[in-house]
């Protein structure tokens, strides 16, 4: 007979919450009473992200399962890896472990639904301590990451972003009609709370007007199955927010500032993890006040994170103030 038992020390606020950068430290014991036959005995740190979604077609359903390995720390107590089974003598074998998040770690998530067919997406962390012998008795601890991302670490947020589209309406016998959709941001990077400055221009040489324009803030959920040749992918968007606003009447010109303000919601985790990954962007839909005409939809990606992004004209502020 074995008992195995483990412990993980809770953060400084008694929860077992952490953030990348901190040092895990617990320890596990295996209470031996009468002697075991075993191969080895270890702790394991293991974070995995598994996307798996179902696709029925007429005659089968395909499952599809991608993994992503976030860490994988071993420490073994006794014994060996694949090593020789021994006999362990009767007592109690214990031990403490450290191990420092790394830095580059997603937070934890879970999400599932049913779009058709079914999907989830799990981001997960455990300590477990293992008994090798020959089958695997294990006993886990879960715990959650937490990030707090500085979105002043990406340069690459601060800069503008312009997107131009043009729809061409044909004519029989004239030359073709065109709307020009100039859609701008100042920057890509935003956090909670903070508001999304959107100008979208107008300029339509066309006879047709634009109804009104449509703006959505849109959360995509996106699963991976990474097979080398063929990968799949599955995404779910949900809507955020959305609102409604004028558009433009033919042979005008017009410039809409718009604003959004980003709810408290999930940040984006692309950066961190492939498999199962959140990312957001604001649509803007010119809805064409035709029914021969299709609308035009422009897409701007955005970055969720935790601090805001700080210009150099807002420090120069505040360290004269």
């Known amino acids: 007979m074995a008992e195995i038992r483990i412990n993980l020390e809770p953060n400084v606020n008694g929860v077992l919450v952490f953030s990348p950068g901190d040092t895990l430290r617990?320890?596990?014991?295996?209470?031996?009473?009468?002697?075991?036959?075993?191969?080895?005995?270890?702790?394991?740190?293991?974070g995995e992200a598994i996307a798996n979604w179902s696709s029925s077609g007429c005659h089968s359903t395909t499952i599809y399962t991608g993994k992503e390995p976030l860490i994988d720390f071993k420490m073994t107590v006794l014994g060996e890896e694949n090593g020789p089974k021994f006999m362990s003598d009767p007592g109690a074998y214990k031990c403490e472990y450290a191990f420092k998040l790394p830095d580059n770690i997603p937070y934890s998530l879970e999400e599932s639904g049913w779009i058709f067919d079914s999907y989830s997406g799990t981001i997960a962390y455990r300590v477990e301590a293992v008994v090798d012998n020959p089958y695997k008795m294990s006993k886990k601890i879960e715990f959650i990451v937490t990030r707090h991302d500085d979105l002043n670490l990406y340069p690459e947020l601060k800069l503008p972003l312009k997107i131009v589209k043009q729809k061409i309406f044909p004519l029989f016998f004239k030359n073709d009609e065109i709307l020009d959709m100039i859609v701008s941001i100042p920057y890509t990077g935003f956090s909670i709370n903070q508001r999304i400055p959107v100008t979208v221009e107008y300029k339509n040489e066309s006879t047709v007007d634009i109804r009104q324009t449509v703006v959505k803030f849109i959360r995509i959920l996106t699963l991976v199955f990474p097979k080398e040749e063929n990968p799949k992918i599955k995404t779910k968007e949900s809507v955020v927010c959305e609102g409604r606003t004028h558009g433009c009447l033919a042979k005008n010109s017009i410039i809409i500032p718009i604003e959004l303000v980003v709810p408290n919601l999930s940040t984006s985790n692309d950066m961190f993890c492939k498999v199962v990954s959140i990312t957001y962007v604001i649509q803007i839909v010119a809805e064409i006040d035709s029914a021969f005409q299709t609308n035009k939809k422009v897409r701007i990606p955005v970055t969720i994170g935790k601090v805001p992004i700080r210009f150099e004209d807002q420090v120069q502020n505040n360290n004269t103030q």
């Open 26 to 46: 617990g320890n596990a014991e295996l209470i031996v009473q009468t002697p075991k036959r075993m191969r080895e005995f270890y702790i394991h740190i293991v």
